[in-house]
């Protein structure tokens, strides 16, 4: 997340890299690490980058998807329209309304995860960078940030 500056409303304006392409690691329930590749035509598809147009802000990951029965419950401010490819990650403007999250990003967090869905293909291989795999991600789904 780059500088955060005030709105008039007194919430959080901020551009941020909020996910990129390559090599992700997960821990699985035994401990081992699984390595899933996001190529970069999965995660610049127009389909997928259309879900981050909006998407609800959290602190953390929520327990659940967010929907509108738990919005209001869960979200601190939205990702705006202005979704877009920047090298290898995508970039967005971000708005953080709520006052504790306002207080955490002025303290100095800026790590950012987003909460999303895919579809898992269990073909190892190795990137055309040379990094190794176990599976690659495919129809990216965003669901919060």
């Known amino acids: 997340m780059g500088k955060a500056e005030r709105t008039p409303q007194g919430g959080l304006r901020c551009s ?3 996910t990129r392409t390559g090599v992700f690691e997960y821990s699985s329930p035994d401990g081992t690490v699984i390595r899933e590749w996001r190529p970069p035509e999965e995660v610049f598809r127009d389909d ?4 981050l147009r909006g998407a609800p802000l959290t602190v953390d990951h929520p327990p659940e998807k967010i929907n509108p029965s738990n919005y209001r419950q869960f979200s601190t ?3 705006t329209d202005d979704v877009r490819k920047e090298s290898d990650k995508v970039g967005a403007t971000l708005f953080i309304q709520d006052a504790e999250a306002i207080r955490s990003v002025e303290a100095g967090r800026r790590e950012l995860s987003c909460g999303y ?3 898992v293909e269990e073909t190892p291989g190795v990137t055309p960078a040379g990094e190794p795999y176990d599976r690659i991600q495919r129809n990216i789904t965003y669901n919060h940030l």
């Open 16 to 18: 941020a890299f909020v």
């Open 48 to 51: 997928a980058l259309s879900t």
């Open 77 to 79: 401010g939205h990702v």
């Open 117 to 119: 869905h895919c579809d």
